[in-house]
């Protein structure tokens, strides 16, 4: 059986021994696992039921932790994430060797955010590592929003669901990149891309296929 509960330490105690949780986001909720380890993010995978073919975004506390795990951040990104981070805003940046090939389906790319909800701001600067998260529901099924939704889902598939009360936004994080001077707009989510040409005017965008 699942259960939930508000106990950050135990979150980290579970995420140290390669379990997978469910955790906050002011977004939705999120599956999560130690993203350098390997038979941990496959258990996530599982619980999931996601192809693994399709790439995990990864969480951080700061970015001083994001510089960690990418080769580099194009200045315009970098303006993005300044006015944007703690937030919904998901950058894809050219991994190093540190990030595991299986977290990013074979891909250059990796996904990263810094999640504004403060129960898992403190998780994430207790971990000595970056946290895969995808959001804490079966493939296919909806997204959800408050832990008494994924302890339902989940229930007896995941150890714990740290509880951080009803998601505040309730919609995904817009994703985005930037490649050959275009910033690509890979998904809308909660930041439009009006509010994005704001901060970056002179940018030309491009809406992924």
Known sequence: MSSKGKDINKAFQLLLQGKV?????????????NALDVKAVEKLYRIKERSSLKALPIQVASVYEVKKYVKSIPEPINELMKRFWPG??????EKNDLILDIVTAGLPGIAIRIPDHPITLELLKTCPFPLAVTSANISGNESLTDADSVLYELNGKIPYVLDGGKSKIGK???IIGFENTKLILYRIGTISQMQLQEILPLIEFELFN
């Open 21 to 33: 949780i469910a955790i906050p986001t002011e977004t939705v909720y999120g599956l999560a696992c």
């Open 88 to 93: 919904p805003l998901t950058v894809v940046l």
């Open 172 to 174: 995904e994080s817009t």
